[in-house]
């Protein structure tokens, strides 16, 4: 989101020592691998391959394909996976599904020129920037590019959106006589011990944007998330905030019985909470309305080229992008698809409505929010 995926502050090394960490294995100070070389690794679209079939046979030929932190109840992605792997006869490792985009971006990072580096990264926003400073992406434009939006897409191809939804709030409606709707009601003195976040905001994307959601809903906004920050500290205060990281598990144990987290995975957790006995109610907060999506991009020292190559057209094809819709997110190609008619229409249809058009912050406010976020969150909670 991956629980969360999501994000984390780094430290700077300089001269040697910075050579060193980007690979520990290097031969001597101010080394650093080359991005993979060669036809695949090279190639900006399919059409540099002799279009699909080349590219097919190609990542068919590696084999292989390694991601990072894709929880198999997160957007779908468990289907999404068995899926590739079915069609194509690709093995995928899904290294730490429960991992954060924190940690997939420093296995990429630290991993360049290692086999187990991974191939293809899914990120928030502000993780995947952080990837693109880094120069961790190889520019590579998927087959239905042109009818992605522009503002979801990065000009050179470097990473675009995926799937995305809204903040919303998960609540067990059997442990709560009363499920909360907005952040407002969150502070009610009946949600005592009852509040939780998917992960840490210096880690997890859902749970910073948990932060960004209630800065709006405090009067705040997307360059200032402070009253964010102030929001939790009251929840903390008043005893509300639970400092658990919030799953299925904790839901069903009763530990965690309110989740902010995406309306996706909030949504997704319905059918296996009822089959435990837990009545999951989900509503998207009117007062903190905020939407974002997750980005997929490639690492330029993926050791599968050809293969992470293959899983971006498969996530972006009208079957991968249906499978994200089954599992309640707005893919990117949604308004292309529910034009041409190739959308699920059953599966749009269950989408929560909401009012208004999402609004999104620049990529600076963004920045500065997780640099405020990272440096408050602790003094918040403590």
């Not at 187990?116 to 952080?130: C, W």
């Not at 609540?171 to 909360?180: E, F, I, N, Q, S």
């Not at 976040?197 to 998330?225: C, I, K, R, T, Y």
């Amino acid at each position: 989101m991956k629980p969360s995926r999501p994000a984390r502050a780094r430290r700077a090394f300089t001269g040697c020592a910075a050579a060193l960490a980007v690979a520990a294995a290097a031969g001597g100070c101010g080394y650093a691998p080359a991005a993979v070389t060669g036809k695949a690794a090279t190639a900006r679209s399919a059409a540099d391959l002799g279009g699909m079939p080349g590219l097919v046979g190609a990542a068919k030929k590696e084999g292989r394909l390694n991601v990072y932190a894709l929880a198999p109840d997160w957007a779908n992605y468990g289907e999404m996976i068995k899926t590739f792997e079915r069609k194509y006869g690709i093995e995928v490792n899904n290294e730490n599904p429960g991992g954060t985009s924190q940690l997939a971006l420093g296995a990429a990072d630290k991993r360049r020129g290692q086999d187990r580096a991974v191939d293809a990264l899914d990120l928030g926003t502000a993780f995947m920037r952080n990837a693109h400073g880094k120069r961790l992406l190889a520019p590579y434009k998927v087959t239905g590019w042109r009818h992605i939006p522009r503002a979801q897409k990065q000009a050179d191809g470097s990473y675009l959106n995926n799937y995305g939804g809204y903040v919303s709030i998960g609540c067990d409606a059997m442990a709560v006589k009363k499920c909360p709707r907005t952040f407002a009601e969150l502070l009610r003195p009946e949600y005592r011990n009852k509040i939780a976040l998917n992960g840490n905001p210096s880690e997890s994307s859902s749970a910073f944007s948990a932060v960004l959601a209630a800065a709006l809903a405090n009067g705040g906004s997307f360059g200032d998330v402070q009253p964010g920050l102030d929001f939790f500290q009251k929840l903390k205060q008043r005893g509300n905030f639970v400092p658990v990281e919030s799953s299925p598990a904790t839901i069903r144990k009763g530990e965690t019985p309110i989740s902010i987290d995406w309306d996706y995975l909030n949504l997704g957790y319905s059918k296996e909470l009822r089959a435990k006995g837990v009545d999951w109610k989900v509503a998207v907060p009117a007062d903190g309305q905020y939407s974002q999506y997750y980005n997929q991009g490639v690492n330029a020292y993926a050791p599968h080229p050809a293969a992470a190559r293959l899983w971006l057209e498969f996530l972006y094809s009208p079957e991968g992008q249906n499978i994200w819709l089954r599992g309640w997110s707005r893919p990117a190609l949604l308004d292309r698809m529910t034009k041409d008619g190739t959308a699920d229409k059953r599966a749009a249809a269950r989408l929560p409505a909401v009012h208004g058009t999402p609004r999104f912050p620049t990529p600076e406010q963004e920045d500065a929010a997780k640099v405020a976020i990272n440096e408050g969150w602790g003094k918040a909670i403590g």
